[in-house]
């Protein structure tokens, strides 16, 4: 079992900037990949940003340039740091890891853009 934990989301600007953490515990040595994906109201859910646990990363095409995840390893810990938000990365940001076919989710955070 493997329990994720999302925080910082809020509200703010266009332009603005977000961090988002996600911790996880219980078998983290099980722990690769570590996700981020989003739901915006009506759309299903899309992947924001992968990191392996070697460092390696992939981005959705709408956040590249914008967006950096990372992770700290020791703290089994990723983080998703936000830059030049706009209204449409308005959603749910949901923290998740895959482990031997399970997908675990944290509980999101929502993210909302606006003026």
């Known amino acids: 079992q493997v329990q994720l934990v999302e925080s910082g989301g809020g509200l703010v600007q266009p332009g603005g900037s977000l961090r988002l953490a996600c911790a996880a515990s219980g078998r983290t040595f099980s722990i690769n990949a570590m996700d981020w994906y989003r739901q915006a109201p009506g759309n299903q859910r899309e992947l924001v940003a992968t990191i392996t646990r070697g460092g390696s990363t992939i981005y959705a095409d709408s956040v590249k340039g914008r967006f950096a995840i990372s992770r700290d390893n020791a703290k089994n810990t990723v983080y998703l740091q936000m830059n030049s938000l706009k209204p449409e990365d308005t959603a749910v940001y949901y923290c998740?890891?895959?482990?031997?076919?399970?997908?675990?989710w944290g509980q999101g955070t929502q993210v909302t853009v606006s003026s």
């Open positions: 998740h890891v895959g482990i031997l076919g399970r997908n675990y």
